[in-house]
């Protein structure tokens, strides 16, 4: 009875008390290093803003599962409390600059992040590797059904988990990414959303992880890196 009063709290502080713009323009704090895993950035937010919309779908699960499904339900707390504690356990120090978080390549990169928790989230729920899912070379048919695990859902959690942050990816793109469209990104800007979109498809429709990790790989990640000029590791 005591998880109400707590997912109230928690949702006060990500949507009322706690928008990301209403920070000071510049301080430091402590959190982890969340990166996309292909994307080279030395920028802080994206990591910050990441961290945030970890505990935001984490919070967002539990209220959906609060009366429906006590057992998942508490599993997604432990999860947001596990998120919190990466703030608090964290020793590297972010500078956080929260007048650049309207940034493109801020936006860009926690795009990145997000899709790289659908990726991790879905292949999670078919019993499949994190590593395997970011790893385009997978993608071919005789590597990936030698470490396939299951071909349907066996983790509904992370089933879930993948839905909302394919539809939260949706959701960024086009509350902040599009309006950073111009006559020269104009085309992969839309191929961007056009990818975004499939993978939120094909994510609700339980598509083969192979088919989702085409999409990320192949349609996704390109035009952003084309669109948001982003630089790739080596």
Do not use: W
């Not at 713009?21 to 290093?33: D, K, T, Y």
């Not at 972010?94 to 990145?112: E, G, H, M, P, R």
Request: proline share 3%; aromatic share 10%.
């Amino acid at each position: 009875m005591i998880m109400k009063p707590i997912v109230s709290i928690l949702f006060f502080l990500v949507f009322a008390g706690f928008q990301p713009h209403g920070l000071l323009p510049g301080f430091n704090c402590f959190f982890p290093m969340v990166y996309a895993h292909i994307f080279i950035s030395g920028d802080d937010n994206s990591s910050f803003l990441t961290l945030l919309e970890r505990i935001r779908v984490e919070a967002l699960l539990i209220n959906n599962t609060l009366y429906t499904n006590t057992t998942a339900s508490q599993q997604h707390m432990l999860q947001l409390l596990d998120r919190i504690g990466d703030i608090g356990d964290s020793e590297n120090e972010f500078n956080i600059k929260s007048l650049q978080f309207k940034n493109s390549t801020v936006n860009a990169l926690l795009l990145a992040n997000l899709v790289d928790e659908v990726l991790t989230n879905y292949g999670g729920s078919y019993g499949i590797l994190p590593h395997i899912m970011l790893n385009m070379s997978y993608i071919a048919p005789d590597l990936y059904d030698k470490i396939t695990k299951s071909s349907s859902i066996v983790d509904t959690n992370k089933y879930q988990t993948s839905k909302e942050y394919a539809k939260r990816a949706n959701d960024l793109f086009d509350i902040s990414l599009r309006a950073f469209g111009n006559k020269d990104n104009g085309h992969t800007m839309n191929k961007l959303g056009e990818g975004l979109a499939d993978l939120k498809y094909s994510i609700y429709n339980k598509t083969a992880p192979i088919k989702v990790m085409e999409i990320v790989h192949m349609k996704i990640h390109p035009n952003l890196q084309t669109t948001f000029d982003l630089k790739l590791k080596q």
